[in-house]
Structure formats: C-alpha cells, structure tokens
C-alpha cells in the first residue's frame, strides 16, 4: 500500500516562497500512469486541486496559480515537490499530496502551511 508524507515548514512569511516535499513510501514516482498531484484546501473552505507531475515531468498547474507554482521530482529520494512564490494570507491551508490514476487512490495526511508576518 503507497503512503505519502507531506513536509516542510509550517509558517512562511508574505512575498516568501512556500516549499513542500510529499515522501513516496512502498510505490516508486517513475511508475508510468500516475499523476502525482499537490492539493489544497484553505480555512472553512472546499479542496483546490493546485497541479501535478507526471513520471516524464510532465506538469500542469492550475490556471490561477500557474504563474506562481511549480512542481519537480527527486526520484533518487522518491519524492516530489511543490513550490508556491510570492505567498499571500490567502495561501494559508491545509496542502496535501496525492497519488492519482484514474481516481485519488492515495493521499498524505496533510500539513497545514500558515501565511503571516
């Protein structure tokens, strides 16, 4: 059964840069077939789908955060990575990495990131 760990720090300040790592346990990110997904979901509100990375690092972002993300592997550590630029309070929520086929079969357990000066 693939497990997967979101990590990084849990405060960045505005303007900064957010950095998330999504550890990959018991399944390989070179595996063909799956989009490895990062999501979010801000303070009493729904999930906001953010991009993904293919095993061929193919990536597609969301088109309202697109100018600001972007999402690369690591497959020595079997882990991907988001990075958010120029974060704003409304950046502030829970983020989750996700394993997906042809349905969200996996997901980590979340990590809340919190943007504040």
């Known amino acids: 059964q693939v497990q997967l760990q979101e990590s990084g720090p849990g405060l960045v300040k505005p303007s900064q840069t957010l950095s998330l790592t999504c550890t990959v346990s018991?399944?390989?990110?070179?595996?063909?077939?799956?989009?490895w997904t990062w999501i979010r979901q801000p303070p009493g509100k729904g999930l906001e789908w953010i991009g993904y990375?293919?095993?061929?690092?193919?990536?597609y972002f969301s088109p309202s955060l697109k100018s600001r993300t972007s999402i690369s592997r690591d497959t020595s550590n079997n882990q991907f990575s988001l990075q958010l630029s120029s974060v704003i309070p409304e950046d502030t929520a829970v983020y989750y990495c996700a394993r997906v086929s042809n349905q969200f079969d996996a997901w980590g357990q979340g990590t809340l990131v919190t943007v504040s000066s």
């Open positions: 990375i293919t095993s061929t690092d193919i990536t």
């Open positions: 018991d399944g390989s990110i070179t595996t063909n077939a799956y989009y």
